[in-house]
């Protein structure tokens, strides 16, 4: 065994194997053991709790909209440069009307108009509109290969001309009305080479028919969108003399004749829609916003925009945040401080009575808490409207005459009374905990040795009660700066805090993103705040009790 | 292992029950979403209590239609739609529309044709304002006011340009929180001709005006979210004229004997109608549209014109609009289109604020925190 330990240096156990690691093993599955034991907590917080939380703060970068429902359009745009005053290039709206006639079909162009809107106020009504009229915008080029050859008007040929043959075989052995599916769209190979953009924007029209709509192909006629791409693509003369397949005649009649088809003018075209798409901020709106990730929703959280020369403050009737964000703080500072002018009287009395009335306190002060927080709230209304009980009260007293009742509901003052109301209780408990174990022999102490009342309070309690206070404020200010209901409900336009307007775009605007972005704010500041109360204060120096 | 089994057969079966609640849908139930209050009360009466008694379906309902295109888009985007039917303006119900988040519909063959073999299209007519909206009443916004709080020797007020006169007619107003219908008082109460309102409202110009005439009695408006808060503040005394519709201050002058009265002046008609979410499992969308041709068929409207005085949107209902259910009244001179009701009235354009909603949503929203 000695010689064993020594052997090289090291300890070894009874088994021969180096004690360290034995040891380690052991703690390790000690440790396992205990993770094990904690792990269905653990996996149940970080599903239901940190992920959407997480996955919610996520969205306050997120931005694929815009290059998801425009992806043609954001690429030519991104060599624009606004600053020349210069409208984007014909190119650009092209795309535009590519994209445009293909997110109105998906109905995705309102929602991205809505996206847009929270940046520039005019693009929702913008992009609503146009989507309502692209539609007809390239009919143009329909309407000439429909008169000039009848092939052009048949969904049939159409299928023939570009599906592949295996499909076409396929999809006439498709019985319609069995319930096995439509056998997908299929490109025929040569035409992909020979006509480039009219089959990928047949594909999206197939795409979109056979696994959208789920109608079939057979009895659907091409969007006007695949006629003007047909045209784009026979007006560059493509070389189709090879191709022999069907509809080869009339590709070469239609090659013939699209020269002298008349044109679309795309940037005159949607400047009939709305004069709004050959102004320059909507172009660079969308260009700004083209990226997959955005520092936009940060910036509006504190009344900043995105311009294209960097961040900009917006003007000042439309700065609403920072104005908010130092609101909830002031407002929650006031109920953290009218909470502890409350509490601590109660807190002492609950301390000191004896244990028989303490009860009979304790269960004054916890009745609240087994009331539904929409009843406390709802009882407040009643008891402070101008028509309300306290109203009444001090005009039947005579203090106030009846035709100027204060107006103590819908403004501030509401939600600071009925919040401090509210939230009393989680400053009087670790209050009264903390005063519990001050013994009352040192008060009895300091005044044998002369002191009086105020100076024994002040020199010897309340030093002692301060961990109480500490913790009491950091519960009532924590919770208070992220309350909604009760300034919702009491606090008119003047008393609603920044919570309000998170509840806003989550659930009435739906700008979630902002919400994320303002809510994360919201989290860095609390903890900011905790941090700067442990340097000043130190967290050693709060107690919940003993 | 005994225990281990027993563990595992009840955590088995728990996960399989909450699958079978998650889901939220008995195969007998069916949740319809409205406005809550005394509207509520008359779709419950003329149509839901019926239907029940009718199929021994259970209708469940959520008051959440004041956020209903919020929640619909919510619904699709988590990819779970927990409602079958929603209660809709006709700007709402157009906006959904065109974001696909409700189902179109082909009118005449889901809806019940009037008694003479009209079809549903021709009797519904000019209401039907999108393809994915079934319309059931024809309602207006106007003002009610405390009868008992005019002061002697003043006239009462007659309508929307009252609530701008804080000189004769002192104390609170309430209004809803959001911008339609207000904006259009404000402009037409500062001598914008009628026809030209929506054009003055387009422009930058325009929506500044109105924001200023509301500016003049903003600290004396109390902003209210839901119909029957405009109610309570009436009833409690809280305000001295607030706007809400017409059909809920019947109920709280003619059913509740509340000291309230009726400023017609400028009264906005509007549309109000049913729309079935996108995408339905099946069974459920086969159990909506059972409940919707028995709903909206040319008795049940008429019949929902008993409990509240909104008029029916269907052409073959009105001739059998009669008294209050409970009441006995007559109903037509408490309807929004009773002529000496409808001297000045104002036709809320639907297709115009299914564009400009959230434009000025957002605009309404940071004026009223400035």
């Known amino acids: 065994m000695t010689d064993a330990a020594q052997d090289n240096g090291q300890m070894l156990a009874a088994d021969g194997k180096p004690l360290k690691s034995s040891l380690n093993r052991a703690l390790r599955r000690q440790k396992l053991r205990a993770l094990a034991l904690i792990a269905p907590l653990l996996i149940f917080v970080l599903i239901t709790f940190i992920a959407p939380i997480a996955d919610m703060l996520f969205r306050s970068v997120e931005n694929q909209i815009v290059s998801d429902t425009l992806p043609r359009t954001t690429e030519a745009l991104a060599d624009w440069d606004g600053d020349t005053g210069e409208i984007p290039s014909p190119e650009v709206f092209k795309a535009l009307y590519t994209d445009m006639f293909i997110a109105q079909e998906r109905k995705l162009h309102t929602r991205l ?43 049939e040929t159409w299928n023939a001309l570009m599906g592949s043959d295996a499909w076409l075989a396929e999809q006439a052995a498709w019985d319609e009305t069995s319930d096995s599916r439509q056998p997908q769209f299929e490109l025929r190979e040569e035409i992909e080479g020979l006509l480039p953009q009219t089959a990928a924007t047949f594909e999206i029209f197939a795409d979109f028919v056979q696994n959208d709509d789920e109608d079939n192909l057979a009895n659907e006629d091409p969007w006007a969108l695949v006629y003007s791409a047909l045209y784009d693509d026979l007006i560059v003369e493509p070389d189709i003399s090879g191709y022999a397949g069907p509809g080869s005649a009339e590709l070469l009649e239609a090659m013939a004749a699209v020269r002298s088809f008349e044109t679309v003018d795309y940037p005159a075209a949607f400047e009939e829609v709305d004069e709004d798409w050959h102004s320059i901020p909507v172009w660079q709106t969308i260009q700004t916003y083209s990226p997959d990730f ?8 504190v009344d900043m925009k995105k311009s294209p020369d960097g961040p900009v403050i917006r003007p000042e009737d439309e700065q609403i945040y920072i104005k908010l964000f130092i609101r909830t703080l002031f407002m929650s500072l006031v109920i953290t401080g009218s909470c502890i002018l409350l509490g601590y009287p109660v807190a002492w009395l609950l301390a000191n009575l004896p244990a028989r009335t303490a009860n009979l306190l304790m269960i004054l002060v916890l009745l609240p808490f087994w009331t539904s927080l929409l009843v406390r709230t709802s009882a407040w209304k ?123 775009h989550i659930s009435s605007s739906l700008n979630w993103g902002l919400a994320a972005a303002l809510g994360a704010i919201l989290l860095a500041l609390v903890l900011a705040l905790y941090w700067a109360y442990d340097k000043i204060v130190g967290i050693d120096n709060v107690k919940l009790g003993g | 292992m005994k225990l281990t089994k027993t563990l595992l057969a009840s955590t088995a079966l728990t996960v399989a029950s909450g699958m079978a609640f998650a889901d939220g849908h008995m195969a007998s139930e069916m949740t319809i979403v409205s406005w809550g209050g005394a509207y509520s009360n008359s779709q419950q009466k003329a149509y839901h209590d019926p239907y029940m008694e009718k199929t021994g379906i259970n209708i469940i309902n959520d008051e959440s239609s004041p956020e209903g295109v919020a929640k619909m888009r919510a619904q699709a985007e988590a990819g779970n739609i927990t409602w079958d039917l929603v209660d809709l303006e006709a700007a709402d119900a157009i906006r959904v529309c065109d974001e696909g988040l409700a189902m179109e519909i082909d009118h005449d063959e889901v809806l019940a044709p009037a008694p003479d073999g009209t079809p549903a299209s021709e009797d519904f007519g000019d209401m039907i ?25 003043v006239e009462p007020p007659k309508g929307a340009c009252d609530v701008f006169d804080l000189e004769t007619y002192p104390g609170k107003r309430g209004l809803n929180k959001q911008p339609i219908a207000n904006l259009e008082w404000a402009l037409l109460c500062d001598g914008v001709a009628y026809e030209d309102v929506y054009d003055v409202l387009e422009t930058e110009e325009g929506q500044d005006r109105a924001f200023a005439k509301l500016d003049t009695i ?37 059913e509740q004997g509340q000291p309230i009265g009726m400023a017609w002046d ?105």
């Open chain 1, 113 to 155: 108009g809505s996206r847009l809107n929270y940046e520039l106020t005019g693009i929702s009504s913008l992009f609503r509109k146009s989507g309502r009229r692209v539609e007809d915008m390239g009919e143009v080029y329909q309407d000439q290969f429909e008169d000039l050859n009848d092939f052009w008007k048949d969904s």
């Open chain 1, 294 to 301: 955005t520092s936009g929703y940060f910036l509006n959280s």
């Open chain 1, 382 to 504: 009643v008891m402070l409207q101008q028509q309300g009980v306290v109203n009444d009260t001090l005009v039947w007293l005579g203090l106030v005459a009846d035709d100027s009742r204060l107006a103590l509901i819908n403004n501030q003052t509401g939600t600071i009374i009925a919040m401090t109301h509210i939230l009393l209780p989680f400053m009087i408990l670790p209050l009264y905990s903390v005063m519990k174990t001050i013994p009352p022999s040192y008060l009895r102490a300091a005044k044998s040795l002369g002191a009086t009342n105020w100076t024994a309070f002040w020199r010897v309690y309340f030093p002692q009660s301060v961990p109480g206070i500490g913790a009491g404020s950091i519960l009532v200010f924590i919770l208070a700066i992220g309350y909604y209901i009760t300034p919702e409900l009491v606090g008119g336009t003047t008393g609603t805090f920044i919570s309000n307007r998170i509840a806003y």
């Open chain 2, 129 to 153: 304002v999108s393809d994915c909206f079934i319309p059931q009443i024809v309602f207006s916004t106007t003002f009610g006011y405390r009868t008992d709080q005019v002061a002697d020797g």
């Open chain 2, 218 to 254: 903003k600290d004396q408006t109390i902003f209210w979210s839901s119909a029957a808060e405009a109610i309570q503040l009436l009833a409690d005394g809280e305000v001295f004229m607030s706007s809400t519709y017409n059909g809920r201050l019947f109920s709280a002058i003619e």
């Open chain 2, 266 to 370: 400028w009264q906005m008609f509007d549309l109000d109608g049913w729309v079935v979410p996108a995408d339905l499992p099946e069974d459920r969308l086969a159990r909506v549209m059972d409940y919707l041709y028995f709903a909206t068929d040319t008795q049940r409207l008429a019949d929902q014109a008993k409990y509240i005085s909104y008029g029916p949107a269907r052409a073959s209902s009105a001739p059998l609009v009669s008294t209050h259910a409970e009441l006995g009244i007559d109903m037509a001179p408490h309807m929004p289109t009773e002529p000496s009701n409808a001297e000045n009235t104002f036709v809320n354009n639907y297709t115009w604020w299914a564009d400009y909603r959230d434009d000025l949503d957002s605009k309404f929203q940071a004026w009223l925190t400035q």
